[in-house]
């Protein structure tokens, strides 16, 4: 996969004034709304967790044909060893998985909150530039617009790479939901979150949601939920109803769960 906007790369050696100021530059290169050459319907018009490819009663041509016409959804994980970050891309298509690739790169700089690709984005460049295949949807574990500047990780590389990127965060950074979320909520719940006083944005924008994509029946334990956001060519709704789309049981979605896994396996091969 290309780098298709170089001046985006993220540079560690950057001060913190500059890597900001970077990022109110991709926020604004950005765009946070349904990319029209991206058919986002083939992923979501369809049951949570359903494979999209043509079933085998079909007939082999009829699969072959189904699966020409479906995008190639690339999941994206990190884990670290000695020092450096390893990032691990899976390509799936129609829930089948074509391609994963992995880099690393050493870490020239701390875990800054708002400044996370900068630590890990050239990991992530690295190992995108390692498929064999183009991704049509790119899904990150990381923020997207739910970031300070707008510009958060999946942002960021969506943007570097100049594709529809969304942004899956296990925790909020910033941003304000429009309900309390301290009871648990219902799976398939979604709640809004949006700009707050910490947030380079007009207030209320709606930045993305925390999206409930799993939950137990017990009142004993329950399952936190996800923050969902849209890093560069998908609308805020869209966004959250893809990662619905790609979930399958489980609380990540299946492109970043694979990510995850895959991350695991390349770092145990390291050790």
């Known amino acids: 996969m290309e780098v298709r906007r170089p001046e985006f790369v993220p540079d560690p050696a950057l001060s913190r004034e500059e890597m900001e100021a970077l990022q109110r530059d991709i926020a604004d290169a950005a765009t946070f709304a349904d990319d029209p050459d991206f058919d986002s319907a083939t992923l979501i018009d369809r049951e949570p967790g359903q494979s999209t490819l043509a079933d085998a009663s079909a007939g082999d041509a009829a699969a072959e044909s189904a699966s020409d016409t479906q995008h190639v959804v690339v999941g994206v994980d990190q884990a670290f060893f000695d020092d450096r970050a390893l990032s691990a891309v899976v390509a799936s298509r129609g829930g089948e998985v074509i391609d994963r ?7 020239e700089i701390p875990y800054i909150p708002g400044l996370l690709s900068f630590r890990e984005g050239g990991a992530i460049l690295a190992a ?98 996800l923050y969902v956001s849209p890093g560069h060519r998908v609308g805020v709704d869209t966004a959250t109803d893809l990662v619905a789309a790609l979930c399958a049981g489980y609380k990540l979605p299946e492109p970043t769960r694979l990510a995850d896994s895959y991350a695991d396996e390349l770092k145990a091969d390291h050790r």
């Open 101 to 107: 690739a992995g880099a690393a790169v050493d870490v």
């Open 128 to 225: 995108l530039a390692e498929l064999d295949v183009d991704p049509d949807l790119l899904v990150l574990d990381g923020s997207g617009r739910i970031h300070f500047r707008q510009a958060g990780i999946a942002t960021h590389v969506g943007v570097v790479v100049d594709c529809p990127a969304v942004g899956v965060a296990k925790s909020l950074l910033c941003g304000r939901p429009t309900r309390s979320l301290e009871d648990p909520l219902p799976e398939g719940e979604r709640v809004p979150i949006e700009a707050d006083e910490r947030v380079e944005a007009p207030a209320r924008t709606v930045l993305g949601h925390a999206y409930q994509s799993r939950q137990y029946d017990s009142p004993n334990r329950h399952v936190n939920p």
